[in-house]
Every structure is written in C-alpha cells, then in structure tokens.
C-alpha cells in the first residue's frame, strides 16, 4: 500500500484521465455529426445528400424555418433549467440600457451557441480580415465576467466559449465588471456604431450556423431523425462501420470541426490548437493534462509545441473495448 498522498495522486490521476476519456467520446459523437451536417450542407436544399447510402439513412438539408423552430424549443428547456444561474447582473443590465438608448442595433441577451450562453450576441455586425480570425468574422458575442471568472475552473469554460466561437468565424469581447464605467460604455457603443453591418443573407447564414451547432450538441437521435428526415442513429452506425474499412474517411470525420473548418494535413509538430483537435479535447483540457506531466510538451521559445506521436501514444494508451468498440 502507497501513502496516503501517493493513494490521493492516483485517484486525481484517475478522475483527470476518465474526464479526459468521457470529454473525448462526447468529441468524437460530435465529429460525426458534424461530418454529416457537413455533406448536408454541401448540397442544394431538398436534394438528398450521401447518395451511396441506403435510402433511409440519406439525410436531406432542413429549411431554416424548421431549425430555428427546434432551437427556439431547445434554448427555452436551457433558460429554464438555468434560469437561477442566468439572472442578469447589474452590470450586464447597465450595458444593455446603454447599448439600447444610443444605438439602433437588433441583439439578443443570454444567447445559447452550441450548447454554451452567451451575454449579448449581435448577428448583423461583421469585421474585416484580421490576423486571430483568419479571415472575416461574421457575428460578435459580448461577455460581461465578475471575479469568479478568474478561478481556474472558470477560465477552462472561458477558453472553451472563445474556441467554439473562434470556429465558427464569430467575434467575441469580453468586459471584466471592474471595466464597465460610463466612458468605457460610450466607446463600447460608438465601436458597435462604427461596426460593418452584414446584409440579410450573410446575416441569415450566421443564424443557420448557430442553429446547426446548437442542435447538434443538445438534440437527440430521434429529434436529428426528425430535422434531417433519416434514420439518424442509423446512419451515425453506418459511417462509424465504414470509417473503421476506410482510413481516409476516419481522417475526413476527425478533420470536421464546429462550423466546418478542417486541419488539411497531419504535422509532426502541432501547436495547442491543432493539438487539442488532434485528441479530441477542448485547449482548456489540453493544457491541463500538459501541466501535470500527462501530456508531453516543448517549448520554442515562449509557446508549446506537440509531437503527433506522442498524441498518438497518449491515445492509444487509454483502449475503450476490444475489437468491436465503437471507435471512429
């Protein structure tokens, strides 16, 4: 038998791993289901998508009438269950009255994007190319955060949010209560002001990519059979049975990511980004593991560097199954 402390660093090691594991299957369900709004999309409305599939399980590109419709649904049980934990703060109400009494912009408060809340979202202002986005950023999120957002736990949640939004080619601010004086509010608002403001079809595609990921993080099988006209689960069975002849479309399925980018090629050096898409957790995660020992880094210079085998090695050192388990 082990110390006390040594008895105590195993089982932290052992709840890290198991969350490690239970974030990644959630990862992989995802993937899959991203994979395959991704060909729905790829398709004119109403024709059949994946057409080597049997017909029952080809799914076919829903109208935005019905998304929005199940989203509505969706965000009302979230507000709901939440509805202690979402009560608007004194800060975020002074905001929003400023906001409201001098501009003219349409937004929305506690705002769910694929399964997370968001203070303010505005679905009409873009911004031009910059170096963090890539390329265009189609939507901006506001969040107003208090001292507990300096907590550990919080700052994992944080990060999650940025990517999520970062993928999905949405801005985000963030405001500490501490921040939110009269004048910083007024450059707040003449910065919305300023803004470029996005057409009702660019706006209409931000709205659909919202739907999409919120739908795909929170609905069930039988509701995605219902929104997609296919035997969903059925067809999540058929693509994992494929994926496991086929290693190109194992790639295909891991390379999908929220709102549709792709990592092109496998590197043997990745940054914590690609990193984190590489194992199927979220950078907050990844970082973690990388702080206690679990996960093996470099440095160059000031940033952390991965190799993709020691990834590969983490992987496959944590099996779920024999032969026939359900891996992508």
């Known amino acids: 038998m082990g110390t006390y402390e040594e008895n105590e660093m195993k089982e932290t090691n052992r709840e890290i791993l198991n969350e490690f594991m239970a974030e990644r299957s959630e990862?992989?369900?995802?993937?899959?289901?991203?994979?395959?709004?991704?060909?729905?999309?790829?398709?004119?409305?109403?024709e059949f998508a994946l057409p080597h599939y049997p017909e029952k399980l080809r799914p076919i590109r829903p109208p935005s009438e019905l998304l929005k419709m199940q989203y509505e649904q969706l965000t009302t049980g979230l507000n709901m269950f939440y509805s202690e934990a979402r009560q608007r703060t004194f800060y975020e109400r002074q905001i929003e009255q400023f906001i409201t009494d001098s501009t003219n912009l349409s937004f929305e408060t506690n705002t769910w994007i694929g399964g997370r809340n968001f203070d303010f979202f505005f679905d009409s202002i873009g911004g031009d190319v910059c170096e963090e986005?890539?390329?265009?950023?189609?939507?901006?999120?506001?969040?107003?955060?208090?001292p507990i957002h300096d907590t550990q736990a919080k700052m994992g949640k944080d990060l999650t949010k940025q990517e999520l939004l970062h993928s999905l080619?949405?801005?985000?601010?963030?405001?500490?209560?501490?921040?939110?004086?009269?004048?910083?509010?007024?450059?707040?608002?003449?910065?919305?002001?300023?803004?470029?403001?996005?057409?009702?079809?660019?706006?209409?595609?931000?709205?659909?990519?919202?739907?999409l990921e919120t739908i795909l993080s929170r609905s069930s099988d039988d509701m995605l059979s219902f929104i997609f006209g296919c035997d969903f689960k059925g067809l999540t069975k058929e693509i994992k049975k494929r994926s496991?002849?086929?290693s190109c479309l194992k790639v295909?399925?891991?390379?999908?990511?929220?709102?549709?980018?792709?990592?092109?090629?496998?590197?043997?050096?990745?940054?914590?980004?690609?990193?984190?898409?590489?194992?199927?957790?979220?950078?907050?995660?990844l970082?973690?593991?990388?702080?206690?020992?679990?996960?093996?880094y470099y440095k160059f210079g000031r940033r952390n560097r991965y190799r993709t085998d020691d990834l590969k090695e983490l992987l496959l050192a944590q099996p779920r199954g024999g032969s026939n388990g359900n891996q992508i």
């Open 27 to 46: 990862a992989k369900k995802l993937a899959v289901r991203r994979y395959i709004i991704s060909m729905v999309e790829a398709v004119p409305t109403n």
């Open 133 to 146: 986005y890539g390329e265009r950023f189609k939507g901006l999120a506001i969040e107003v955060d208090g």
């Open 169 to 211: 080619d949405i801005a985000m601010i963030t405001i500490e209560n501490i921040d939110v004086n009269h004048q910083q509010i007024i450059q707040l608002c003449q910065s919305l002001k300023e803004a470029p403001r996005l057409d009702s079809r660019a706006r209409g595609r931000v709205r659909r990519k919202v739907y």
């Open 244 to 246: 496991k002849q086929n």
């Open 252 to 285: 295909e399925i891991g390379l999908v990511q929220p709102g549709g980018s792709l990592i092109i090629e496998e590197k043997e050096w990745l940054n914590s980004d690609q990193a984190a898409n590489y194992v199927g957790i979220s950078k907050a995660s």
């Open 287 to 296: 970082l973690n593991l990388a702080s206690l020992g679990k996960i093996k």
